[in-house]
């Protein structure tokens, strides 16, 4: 349980960065710390203490298994997670080149 609250803590972390921060790369990390809360959670629900790999091998009782599925769903997640960054960062990289700065309050007072 006490696994459970920290992933739960460090998504609150990621979205306090999200929220309260100005810099532009802060927010980006921020969203990060938040996918990895997600995947972190999504491992512990399919952890079973004593479990094995869930490959069945001729002539072997397998027993207990761990559930695949939501190894299958992180994976996808740190694929979508890694393209979502790397959107953020071309847009954080335009939005210095334009305005000069990555603090948001500025950008938006110069958006007129």
Known sequence: MGLYLL????????????????????????????GYAVNLFLILIAYRSGGTFPILLPGKDPGMMVDPLPQALVLTSIVIELGTTALLVALAVNI?????????????????
């Not at 460090?10 to 532009?24: E, P, Q, S």
């Not at 210095?96 to 007129?112: A, E, F, I, N």
């Open 7 to 34: 992933s739960f803590i460090l998504f609150l972390v990621g979205l306090y960065g999200v929220l309260t921060k100005a810099n532009i790369v802060k927010i980006i990390l921020g969203s990060g710390i938040m």
């Open 96 to 112: 210095y080149k334009h305005y000069g700065t990555l603090d948001v309050r500025k950008v938006r007072r110069l958006k007129g």
